[in-house]
């Protein structure tokens, strides 16, 4: 956007059709809350990192420590985050837990932000 581009418009006009499209199609406030809730998830990039090491394989917390060069309990942390959004899913193994992607979605969201920050 230019320095002087007006983000205003010049008189009031309402285009009512417009509006009334916007308004029948307007997702439920709790949707909204819930999906702004979910993009703060992305939002930090330690669990960002997490999920790039998930991409590649089902991982448990010493290995993600260990690549990622963080603390056993500051992976734990996020993953946790990660769990209560549904992004990532653990199982048991022994004594191991080993965590992975919860679904193909997830790394499509990345991938669409990575193709959105690169344009």
Same mark, same amino acid.
């Given at each position: 956007m230019e320095k002087n581009e007006a983000i205003c418009c010049d008189?009031?006009?309402?285009?009512e059709e417009l509006?009334? +499209?916007?308004?029948?199609?307007?997702p439920e406030e709790t949707e909204l809350y819930d999906l702004a809730e979910?993009?703060?998830v992305f939002g930090d990039s330690t669990r960002i990192r997490i999920l790039f090491v998930l991409?590649?394989?089902?991982?448990?917390?010493?290995d993600l420590a260990a690549a990622l060069h963080?603390?056993?309990?500051a +992976?734990?942390?996020q993953l946790r985050i990660l769990k209560?959004?549904?992004l990532v899913k653990s199982r048991r193994e022994g004594k191991s837990v080993f965590y992975s992607l919860a679904d193909a979605h997830v790394r499509t969201i990345i991938a669409q932000g990575r193709e959105h920050i690169e344009e």
């Open positions: 008189n009031v006009e309402v285009h509006v009334k +499209i916007v308004s029948e199609t307007m979910l993009f703060k991409f590649e394989a089902e991982v448990c917390v010493c963080m603390t056993q309990s +992976i734990s942390h209560q959004n549904k």
